[in-house]
């Protein structure tokens, strides 16, 4: 990601933007797949000299908080975080178990469900989280070694 994008992604949230932030949002968005908060850390400290572990979770929470980035959820417990580079519309996404490559998926396909479940309690469903979890296509066929 070019920081002019995240300059402008930043001010469409009206979030200010600062040099922390873009430089986190850059990181990211230069990759196809997640990466943890340690990773991001690794990769901008060259950049950005001074800033510690803490500062960095803070800022990837805010930027998740205001859905710029996703949490992406494994076993491992890590925090992972993806910079999807479509930032419009509804989706989810397929992450690869094998590669770390993160797919968009655009069916959803819980309205349905929320419907029903909104119905069911009287109440009513304000979001959701989705990830569906798998072998990349590429993995599958044995290219593991290729991706990145
Ligand atoms: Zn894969
Ligand atoms: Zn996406
Ligand atoms: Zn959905």
Redesign the pocket.
């Known amino acids: 990601m070019e920081p002019e994008q995240s300059a402008a992604i930043l001010k469409q949230l009206k979030l200010k933007v600062t040099p922390r932030r873009q430089e986190i949002m850059n990181c990211l968005g230069r990759e196809q797949s997640y990466l943890s908060a340690d990773e991001v850390w690794e990769r901008i400290k060259p950049r950005l000299g001074s800033i510690g572990l803490p500062t960095v979770y803070r800022i990837l929470d805010e930027l998740a908080e205001a859905g710029v980035i ?1 949490r992406i959820f494994l076993s491992d417990r890590k925090q992972n975080y993806f910079l ?3 930032q419009e519309g509804h ?1 989810h ?1 397929f992450v690869c178990e094998s590669c770390r490559r ?1 797919e ?1 998926v655009e069916q959803c396909g819980l309205e349905g469900v929320s419907r029903d479940i909104a119905r069911r309690s009287g109440g009513r469903v304000t979001s959701h989280i989705l990830q569906i979890n798998g072998i990349c296509g590429s993995c599958c066929q044995g290219h593991a070694g290729a991706a990145p």
Do not use: R
């Open positions: 996703t999807c580079a479509n989706h996404h993160v968009d």
